[in-house]
DNA sequence: CCTTGCTGCTAACACGCGTTACCAACGCGC
DNA sequence: GCGCGTTGGTAACGCGTGTTAGCAGCAAGG
């Protein structure tokens, strides 16, 4: 039989199928069969052992002698046919927008990957090239994550792909992402505390990033209003030296003494076109990023920032993605959890 | 029979399963069998054409039938039960290191994804937390590529993990990169060249970076070799300004006029620790990193650095992926392409 | 007439696993 | 003896697909 079996894949190899490549070595997977065969039960009772089934009165013994084969074996259950016959895969997607990444994204990915595999999830993340739908579809993965909430659109298409779990969900209320609303009001609220009193904005040309950029001013002009000030006044600038120069002589010229920048990249452009008009940071200028990148103290002068507390907000994320797999539809989109002002030498 | 089957499932459905959801929307997957019922063919049909399998000969009213039944319900093919049956996935796993990712590491996974698409393969991207082996089998990937090379041992853990290509294979010579190599080398002769006879070499702390600053390192003392001068003083460095300044301390204690740093980050932590000095650069010290990333320009004085071509290299790592599974086992390790010096004002 | 070959298609198996229905053995109460 | 519950397991089906062997129908050649 077995026999027979391995002949029939032989005259399979043998035809020159494209991208079939001979098998040279490791010649065959091994099974939960070839498990089940060395520990002298059945497959189901491995499966039984190995799934830790409840319900099942499975003697220690035997279960022991399970585990142990399949320890010697080295067997590792095939994906694929595990998501095949249980209609739902271990994989949870974190879509990456087309934005260049930071640390911060990098640390957060990290804790959501470690929070995640505690549940026995594995996380993917996904950067760019195909459509985030297709490789859902793919990959067959049963949630996917989003940094920042996703259009209904998008959200229906990959439910449509296969997802059970989309996080965060788009935010009913318009569209408005509270996180980093919050994250917006604390660079206001910063410069507004330290006398402050006509604030600029300054907004990166990239498309990718607009819609974060939205809330996060949506949070400054918050705050203003909060304040009793004037709304800031929006400069767009892209990480060049000249087009800082310019936002900065427009600035001056409405009589802006700080800035609150969508990053710290952006905001070392801006620190850099002050430089080039021969302003003094932050006597004339003062000058608060986001996101504490490692090269935002190293600048002159040192930026300040905001920083995000990636741990709790990875883990909560995660315990988000769990609930929701389980059953709790509903689940509202988590925070990125507790941002804090990291005031420096720039403010 | 449909009716029992899906009669079947119902009751499976209505037990307390855990983790299990009632399926309230998309009730039923759309198969293969629902296409060919729906072309009036068999599925054996649907799969030809869907495929395109050559050597049958299937006309094209037909063909066009399915294809138009196909379009219409929006079929999609199950990927695990695809995969479950040719034994082989479209996916291509991206093993990125325990490192800050830069913005040139962002690119270059567009452009591979980008290429690897063209042949039908979807390329997935592993940051961090589970073992890169374990996820390799959990999602059946077939070719696993690193952005440097891997040592021997986890390469054929991959390979026990089913992976059927591993990229860049470690280097039998001894596991010099020889493309960070070459990036060492064009610092270093950079410097040579606007007549620097004693260099410095800032490596950094973090242990997941050693491997490729250690490569680097070698290009630069190489090309010190080669211009008659002493190896570069190495000092390490964590990303603050108080390491740094110690770090450039040392280095005018030796005498040093120039410095290489492993990356971006480094180099800039290099000018702030000039700064802290009261040294000016160039004059005092020259310092050259690698990456480009954006910031660099913005910096004073305006960083030299060495930029890699990542379209080219992406399309070319692509490429040498698919030649391996199309059957050519032996690529060598295909280099990230043509790095270049960009000259700005810290050199 | 039979053979041969081609066209267009289908039945049936395999992939590796989770799951359900069922079974043998045993003990216990009647 | 019979019924019944528990323990410890197994045979068999289904998941959705790729692939192969094979089967009608028809035409051409002998």
Redesign the pocket.
């Given at each position: 039989m077995r026999l027979?079996?391995s002949a029939?894949?032989y005259?399979?190899m043998s035809?020159p199928?494209i991208g079939e490549r001979p098998m040279t070595r490791s010649s065959?997977?091994i099974?939960?069969?070839d498990v089940?065969r060395a520990a002298?039960?059945?497959?189901?009772?491995?499966?039984?052992v190995?799934?830790d089934?409840p319900g099942?009165?499975?003697?220690m013994?035997?279960r022991q002698r399970v585990l142990e084969a399949a320890r010697n074996l080295g067997?590792?259950?095939?994906a694929s046919?595990?998501t095949?016959?249980?209609?739902r895969s271990d994989l949870v997607l974190l879509a990456i927008p087309d934005t260049r990444l930071g640390p911060a994204t990098s640390r957060f990915v990290e804790e959501l990957a470690a929070a995640l595999a505690e549940h026995g999830l594995t996380l993917i993340t996904h950067l760019a090239g195909a459509p985030l739908p297709d490789v859902c579809a793919t990959v067959n993965a049963s949630a996917v994550v989003g940094l920042s909430p996703f259009d209904a659109e998008t959200a229906d298409a990959l439910r449509r792909a296969g997802a059970e779990v989309v996080l965060p969900l788009p935010d009913p209320r318009g569209g408005v992402d509270e996180a980093m609303e919050q994250v917006g009001r604390l660079q206001a609220g910063h410069l507004i505390d330290r006398g402050h009193r006509r604030l600029g904005y300054a907004m990166p040309v990239h498309r990718g990033l607009r819609a974060m950029a939205d809330a996060r001013l949506a949070g400054v002009t918050a705050a203003c209003a909060t304040g009793g000030i004037d709304p800031p006044v929006v400069a767009e600038l892209g990480l060049a030296v000249a087009d800082a120069s310019r936002a900065v002589t427009r600035w001056r010229a409405a009589e802006v003494t700080a800035v609150c920048a969508y990053n710290d990249e952006t905001a070392i452009a801006v620190l850099a076109g002050a430089h080039d008009q021969g302003l003094a940071v932050p006597a004339d200028l003062a000058v608060i990023g986001v996101d504490d990148i490692p090269t935002a103290k190293l600048v002159t002068p040192a930026l300040s920032t905001i920083r995000f507390d990636v741990h709790e907000a990875g883990r909560r994320r995660a315990e988000a993605v769990v609930a929701a797999l389980a059953g709790q539809e509903p689940v509202s989109s988590p925070d990125i959890g507790g941002p804090s002002v990291v005031p420096r030498d720039s403010t």
């Open positions: 027979l079996k029939a894949r005259i399979c035809r199928v065959r997977r099974t939960s069969e089940a002298g039960v059945s497959r189901t009772t491995v499966s039984f190995l799934n089934r099942q009165s499975i003697p013994e035997t067997y590792r259950p095939h046919a595990r095949l016959a249980a209609g």
